[in-house]
Protein backbone atom coordinates (compact mmCIF):
# COMPACT_ATOMS: atom_id res chain seq x y z
CA UNK A 1 0.00 0.00 0.00
CA UNK A 2 1.28 3.62 0.03
CA UNK A 3 3.37 4.26 2.44
CA UNK A 4 5.52 7.65 3.27
CA UNK A 5 8.04 7.91 6.03
CA UNK A 6 9.49 10.63 6.94
CA UNK A 7 13.12 11.23 9.03
CA UNK A 8 16.01 13.34 9.81
CA UNK A 9 14.50 15.68 12.58
CA UNK A 10 15.65 16.21 15.67
CA UNK A 11 16.72 19.17 18.04
CA UNK A 12 18.85 21.75 16.57
CA UNK A 13 20.16 25.62 17.71
CA UNK A 14 18.83 28.70 15.89
CA UNK A 15 21.08 29.36 12.67
CA UNK A 16 21.57 25.29 12.21
CA UNK A 17 20.36 23.25 9.37
CA UNK A 18 18.37 20.26 8.75
CA UNK A 19 17.75 17.60 5.65
CA UNK A 20 14.75 15.58 6.13
CA UNK A 21 14.00 12.82 4.31
CA UNK A 22 10.42 11.03 3.03
CA UNK A 23 10.74 7.69 1.98
CA UNK A 24 7.50 6.25 -0.32
CA UNK A 25 6.51 3.27 -1.19
CA UNK A 26 3.88 1.53 -2.79
CA UNK A 27 3.22 3.72 -5.64
CA UNK A 28 4.73 5.04 -8.72
CA UNK A 29 6.86 8.10 -7.06
CA UNK A 30 7.80 9.84 -10.36
CA UNK A 31 4.21 9.96 -11.07
CA UNK A 32 3.07 12.53 -8.45
CA UNK A 33 3.37 15.77 -6.84
CA UNK A 34 4.35 15.67 -3.21
CA UNK A 35 4.60 18.15 -0.61
CA UNK A 36 5.96 19.08 2.75
CA UNK A 37 3.81 20.28 5.59
CA UNK A 38 4.38 21.10 9.76
CA UNK A 39 2.56 21.47 12.55
CA UNK A 40 3.36 23.65 15.89
CA UNK A 41 1.85 22.68 18.93
CA UNK A 42 -1.77 24.49 19.23
CA UNK A 43 -1.58 25.13 15.89
CA UNK A 44 -3.01 24.51 12.36
CA UNK A 45 -1.29 22.00 9.82
CA UNK A 46 0.75 24.61 7.34
CA UNK A 47 1.94 24.03 3.98
CA UNK A 48 5.89 24.02 3.61
CA UNK A 49 6.91 23.74 0.25
CA UNK A 50 5.43 21.75 -3.12
CA UNK A 51 7.11 19.55 -5.85
CA UNK A 52 5.45 18.79 -8.82
CA UNK A 53 6.25 14.90 -10.17
CA UNK A 54 9.18 16.11 -12.74
CA UNK A 55 10.90 18.67 -9.88
CA UNK A 56 10.40 21.75 -12.39
CA UNK A 57 7.89 23.37 -10.47
CA UNK A 58 8.06 24.52 -6.96
CA UNK A 59 6.65 26.40 -4.62
CA UNK A 60 7.51 27.76 -0.73
CA UNK A 61 5.65 29.40 2.03
CA UNK A 62 6.47 33.12 2.31
CA UNK A 63 8.01 32.01 5.66
CA UNK A 64 10.82 29.70 4.53
CA UNK A 65 11.52 31.23 0.89
CA UNK A 66 15.21 31.61 0.95
CA UNK A 67 15.93 28.97 3.66
CA UNK A 68 14.45 25.79 2.50
CA UNK A 69 15.13 24.23 -0.39
CA UNK A 70 12.78 20.97 -1.12
CA UNK A 71 13.99 18.48 -3.83
CA UNK A 72 13.40 14.43 -5.25
CA UNK A 73 15.26 11.77 -6.20
CA UNK A 74 12.41 9.95 -8.46
CA UNK A 75 14.78 6.81 -8.97
CA UNK A 76 15.40 6.38 -5.49
CA UNK A 77 11.68 7.04 -4.76
CA UNK A 78 12.90 9.99 -2.12
CA UNK A 79 11.51 13.55 -1.06
CA UNK A 80 13.96 15.85 0.81
CA UNK A 81 13.75 19.17 2.56
CA UNK A 82 17.22 20.72 2.82
CA UNK A 83 16.27 23.25 5.92
CA UNK A 84 19.16 26.44 6.56
CA UNK A 85 19.31 29.45 9.23
CA UNK A 86 16.65 27.51 11.31
CA UNK A 87 14.53 29.67 13.53
CA UNK A 88 12.38 28.70 16.52
CA UNK A 89 9.44 29.19 14.93
CA UNK A 90 9.96 26.62 12.50
CA UNK A 91 9.61 24.03 15.59
CA UNK A 92 7.23 21.25 14.93
CA UNK A 93 6.15 18.07 13.36
CA UNK A 94 6.74 17.58 9.58
CA UNK A 95 5.17 15.95 7.34
CA UNK A 96 5.03 14.58 3.62
CA UNK A 97 1.85 14.24 2.07
CA UNK A 98 0.66 12.81 -1.67
CA UNK A 99 -1.91 14.75 -3.38
CA UNK A 100 -5.50 13.15 -3.78
CA UNK A 101 -7.93 13.91 -6.85
CA UNK A 102 -9.32 17.27 -5.99
CA UNK A 103 -5.78 18.75 -6.07
CA UNK A 104 -3.73 21.80 -8.19
CA UNK A 105 -0.59 23.16 -7.93
CA UNK A 106 -2.43 26.30 -7.28
CA UNK A 107 -3.47 25.29 -3.71
CA UNK A 108 -0.48 23.28 -2.98
CA UNK A 109 -1.17 24.56 0.43
CA UNK A 110 -4.26 23.25 1.34
CA UNK A 111 -3.97 20.42 3.90
CA UNK A 112 -7.40 18.93 3.05
CA UNK A 113 -6.82 18.69 -0.79
CA UNK A 114 -3.82 15.83 0.97
CA UNK A 115 -5.14 12.22 0.84
CA UNK A 116 -1.63 10.66 2.25
CA UNK A 117 0.32 11.37 4.95
CA UNK A 118 3.47 9.99 6.42
CA UNK A 119 3.54 9.55 9.97
CA UNK A 120 5.51 12.67 11.11
CA UNK A 121 9.43 13.34 12.20
CA UNK A 122 9.92 16.05 14.67
CA UNK A 123 12.17 19.45 14.38
CA UNK A 124 12.87 21.44 17.29
CA UNK A 125 14.77 24.60 17.24
CA UNK A 126 15.87 25.94 20.43
CA UNK A 127 19.24 26.82 22.10
Known amino acids: QLQLVESGGELVQPGGSLRLSCAAS????????ISWFRQAPGREREGVAYISSSGVGISYADSVKGRFTISRDNPGNTLYLQMNNLKPEDTGVYYC????????????????????WGQGTQVTVSS
Open 97 to 116: ALPGYQWTSSRWDESNLYDT
Open 26 to 33: GFTFDFYA
